[in-house]
């Protein structure tokens, strides 16, 4: 009985020897994982991994707006070179005392227009309906510019000259606010200088609305 007892306890040894030795060599055959997640590719390089290349940064990407327009945000807007700060607050006197740093915008039209615009609050807080704007509109030919009708959009205008294209002058009475505006057209390009000032509020005492903005456009190249 006890020779019974001593072949079992044998076999019983044996059999975990032989378990040991197989998790171990499992253990070993088995290959490690990365150190930090995500699988690793055949270039070495993780998918999914943070260090990715990263995407283009949304404040330098064109973007489309509601009109049609592509509006480049990385471009420097020309029109808010075309006059200083003081140029407009000396021309508008009253109008500007609380004026803002212009805000450039350079876009492009759904027919090809490049559009370069500035736009100066003329109070802090203000919208486009206190403000003075420059705008420039660059079309392919002068018969798109012609086509555009440059001069349709002002009420009560009038020719005037010392500029150097073909200009106009008109005063835009709308719901809430007076648009002062001188346009003019040369070759392929229109250029517009407007101030918008709410309704209702009077030209800087000592002054003529037309002579002022006139007189703008011209320091500004128009």
Not at 81 to 93: G, H
Not at 170 to 187: A, I, Q
Not at 203 to 208: D, R
Request: with cysteine.
């Amino acid at each position: 009985m006890s020779l019974n007892r001593r072949r079992i306890r044998r076999t019983v040894l044996t059999v975990l020897a032989a378990l040991v030795a197989g998790s171990a060599t499992l253990v070993a055959c088995t290959p490690a994982g990365p150190a930090s997640g995500g699988a690793t590719s055949s270039s070495g390089e993780k998918s999914g991994s943070s260090g990715s290349s990263a995407s283009p940064s949304p404040s330098n990407t064109a973007q489309v707006g509601r009109d049609g327009r592509t509006v480049d945000p990385a471009a420097k807007a020309g029109s808010c070179t075309l006059l200083t700060e003081s140029d407009i607050k000396s021309a508008l006197s009253s109008w500007a005392t609380g004026l803002q740093p212009g805000q450039g915008e350079v876009s492009t039209d759904r027919d090809g227009t490049a559009i370069d615009s500035c736009v100066y609050a003329l109070e802090s807080g203000a919208g486009t309906d206190h403000s003075a704007v420059i705008e420039q509109r660059e079309f392919k030919t002068p018969q798109d510019l012609a086509a555009s009708a440059p001069f349709g959009l002002l009420m009560k205008a009038e020719a005037i000259s010392g500029l150097r294209g073909d200009a106009k002058y008109g005063v835009n009475t709308l719901t809430g606010s007076t648009e002062y505006v001188v346009v003019s057209v040369l070759d392929k390009t229109s250029s517009k200088l407007l101030v918008s000032v709410p309704s209702g509020t009077a030209v800087p005492e000592g002054t003529n609305a037309k002579e002022m903005l006139v007189a703008l456009a011209k320091k500004a190249g128009f």
